[in-house]
């Protein structure tokens, strides 16, 4: 990379208030999970409840700092309670001894729409550019077999770049490039996965339509350096585009991005929850496009623990009658194999029955560790 100058001037950062009411989400209020630490709109009668992200204490209200200016677009969900029923169906399909609360219908019942939050950021761009542009080019080769007649020579063309350096100005602005505004933005795409964002529309409070709205984390006074490097990346491809380059290397940009405009863009994702057998709640989400479902799926350890003392009981009868028959020993009976048997399908009872409950411990707590809460 060539030195870079950055200077940012007159950015707009979005203005934070304590608010007694926002035009976007009229009655709203702000609550806040103990546990995670995260904030939320959400309407009156949805504080008290169970955080939609962590699932692991209620929201509480909350004087805070929010964001007057609204959001300029958002993800509609593509999925409605039918779609979300079956993406539920198939996820809880294959749980060895399901615990009973998890169930689709539970699930869906339950499940909150939560709207997450990127930035974007508009900005303008003006400097010096250099780089390595790569043209491709085809070169006719050819291949050479040798067959039953003999060599055989079969024409080729083949793909291949030539790099060259090349230098100019530019001076633009680019709109709406996406920035995180959460920590968790990593992670929430790779268990999810990732958006149509074309799909985008304009904002209006009508599309929120009672859903939780997650606040962000990230402040834009410290994603500068992230606004830059999407500014270097559209300056970069459009430079591309104007040297005629399929490919680049080594690009680099000296200059100014100013008069940044940052705004928020909502993401859906459905949010339910369930109880395992000790009441501890675990929490369950769908990409609302996709249908993508991410959660942990725990197995009832009460129904395991039944199954084996129910085959622990036939194996404690078999044990009895061979006992018994050991007691009464009759010459008339094969007295040995009958014993014999009778042993044995007591210790597989046994082994079955021991062999369920580590089946579940160990399918829990794979569980709770390959799925932690988002």
């Known amino acids: 990379m060539g030195e870079q100058v950055t200077e940012f001037a007159n950015s707009d950062f979005p203005k934070l208030e304590v608010r007694d009411q926002l035009s976007w989400f009229p009655d709203a209020e702000v609550v806040a999970c103990q546990e995670c630490g995260r904030v939320f709109l959400v309407l009156p009668d949805m504080d008290d409840t169970l955080c939609p992200m962590c699932g692991k204490a209620p929201l509480k209200p909350q004087q805070s700092l929010v964001l007057s200016r609204p959001p300029e677009l958002l993800l509609t969900p593509r999925l409605n309670n039918a779609n979300l029923s079956q993406a539920f169906a198939g996820f809880i399909s294959g749980v060895p ?140 491809a459009e430079a591309m585009r104007a040297a005629g380059a399929q490919s680049r290397q080594e690009f680099s940009l000296r200059g100014e991005y100013k008069n940044l405009n940052w705004t928020e863009y909502l993401l859906p994702i459905f949010s339910s929850h369930y109880a395992d057998d000790d009441g501890r709640e675990h929490t ?78 160990r399918w829990n707590s794979n569980q709770t560790s390959q799925f932690p809460p988002l």
Request: aromatic residues 8%; contains cysteine; hydrophobic residues 45%.
């Open 97 to 236: 001894y399901r615990t009973p609360d998890l169930t689709a219908e539970n699930l869906t019942n339950r499940s909150r729409l939560v709207f997450w939050p990127m930035w974007l950021v508009d900005g303008d761009v003006k400097g010096e550019w250099q780089a390595m542009m790569g043209f491709d080019y085809q070169v006719k080769t050819a291949r050479e077999r040798l067959g039953s007649g003999g060599w055989s020579s079969t024409p080729e063309l083949r793909t291949q770049t030539r790099f060259e350096p090349r230098r100019g100005s530019i001076e633009r602005h680019y709109d709406n490039l996406a920035v995180p505004a959460l920590l968790e933005h990593a992670t929430i795409i790779e268990k999810l996965g990732s958006y149509n964002h074309q799909e985008a529309v304009n904002f209006t409070p009508d599309a929120i339509n009672g859903a939780v709205v997650l606040m962000p984390n990230l402040d834009p006074q410290q994603l500068t350096g992230a606004a830059q490097v999407k500014l270097i990346a559209q300056a970069g």
């Open 284 to 361: 369950v989400y769908v990409q609302a496009q996709g249908g993508k479902v991410y959660g942990p799926r725990m197995a009832s350890r009460r129904k395991a623990k039944t199954l084996s003392l129910i085959l622990f009981g036939l194996g404690l009868l078999s044990l009895i009658a061979a006992m018994i028959l050991m007691i009464v020993n009759n010459e008339n009976v094969n007295f040995e194999c009958s014993v014999a048997v009778l042993l044995m399908t007591f210790a597989l009872m046994l082994i079955i029955g021991i062999a369920q409950l580590l089946r579940v411990k």
